[in-house]
């Protein structure tokens, strides 16, 4: 028999509850039939795909409506609905449901989760991962732990998206916020004055709220049908990847292979193995597109080419590979902005917020959504529709151009380096046999310093954020 509906607000009203356990097993982890039903996890927390989503009828209304459930809204919609806000989370998707990604969490995201309140223990069935593994170059191999700061733990984990996003939406649901999924999010409801008062489904139902958070992903539909295009000078990414059975799968590490060539050019990207800890290793590669054979590569078959070249026992190859190699884009370096503006706030991909250092978005993405969320409880505070709240709104981009904005800067000037083949060529065959030069590297890559009172290496990367030229 189901439980019935828990219409409190800042409960889980709309939702009926199957087997409500908020820490499943869950050692499937993936929907029967679809390309990623042989990868599986021990993962175990809140699943969205437990509660039978009934959507209601009729046009609805809420204090703010978040559009995409993945790290960015879901991240949004928990603090949201932990400060007392009543959230709306649509997705166009039923869970659980894909991402294509590399599924690596970084100590940035290992925080970030715990800020959500989801345990990261080995108990809760997480892999830890004591660091990154770095092939390339004159050393040939070399280990590098993640860093001991005090902004940050020094673990890093792998969940497959099919995982992970079910379970940031669940963790959602469960601080309050009312997801509803299989809702396509068509266009934005714009007023005489400009100013976005909500959002209309497929179906024709509209959603109004006075704030709309756009955290729809890399398509950004929200954002460019409210008018905001993308900076085409931004730096920009794409990636490929595909799940493979490997006695890797349990190995400590994430790797990263930075010797990635078209003919003898060294690409300005790297390829990547990231252990699910349950089986498979998820393997991709990613490149910029500050070369010149960022428009002419065809990605599937250089993954094929790469792993070719990879040892045997590794399992990398097309037999044990279990899902297809699929591809998507990664935009970098805030590329679509205003972050606000008339009522509308994007956070994650749909602004633009994947790092050009290492390909990194998951956590940016559930970082902002905290400063999102600040940002509109502070407006809620002063009354939306307010000039206050407006002002209070307009601070999120501040808030995280404050944040990330040099980091950002000085990853375009990395881009446009690399996208040298010379340039890369010294960075790899030079600068990996050079151990302290990599331990600022990695922590430079993955933005992981103490901001205040960190060792040298800390300080170096910080003052030279604070160099990097601006545009
Ligand atoms: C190949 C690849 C590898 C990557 N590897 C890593 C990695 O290892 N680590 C890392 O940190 N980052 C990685 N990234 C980046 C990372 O995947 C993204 O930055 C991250 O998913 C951004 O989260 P998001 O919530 O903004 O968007 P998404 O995760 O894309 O979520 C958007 C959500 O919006 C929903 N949606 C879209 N349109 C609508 C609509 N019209 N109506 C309703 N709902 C809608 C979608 O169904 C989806 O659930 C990788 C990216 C790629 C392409």
Redesign the pocket.
Known sequence: MNAPVVGQPGGTAGLRRLHWNPWVDCPGGAAKGTDVSQVTSTVRGPRASLLDTETPTGDQQAEVIV?????????TATFLARYGVDVVL????RFP?D????????PR?VRMLARLGIDTSPEAGWHHLKGLRVYGGRVGQLDMEWPVLKDFPNYGL?CP?IVL?DLL?GNAVEAGAKLYTG????EPVIDATGHVKG?K??TGRVWSAPVVVA?????A??AVNAGRSHDTRAPM?????AYYESPKHDMEWIESWLELRDGTDLLPGYG?A?PTGAGTV?V?L?MLNSSAAFGNTDYRELQRRWLASTPPEWGFTEVNRVTEI??????MCLNRQPLYADGLLL?????G??SPF?????????E?GQYAATAIVDAKSRGFGTSGAELALNNYGVVVKEAWGSHYRLGKAFVKLIGNPRIMHLCVHYGLSNRRLMILVNKLLANLTDRHDGDVYDKIINSLEKLAPSG
């Open positions: 559009v995409g459930a993945g790290p960015a809204g879901s991240a649509l997705d166009k998707a449901r991402k294509i990604c590399g599924d690596g969490l970084t995201s792998v998206r996003d939406a809702v396509r999010v068509t959002v489904d497929a955290a729809d992903g890399n398509s539909r929200l990414g794409v990636a490929v990847r990547w990231f998820n991709g990613g699929r591809g998507a884009a990664l935009p956070v994650g991909d749909a602004a917020m994947i290492n390909g990194e978005g998951i956590d940016y993405a559930m902002a």
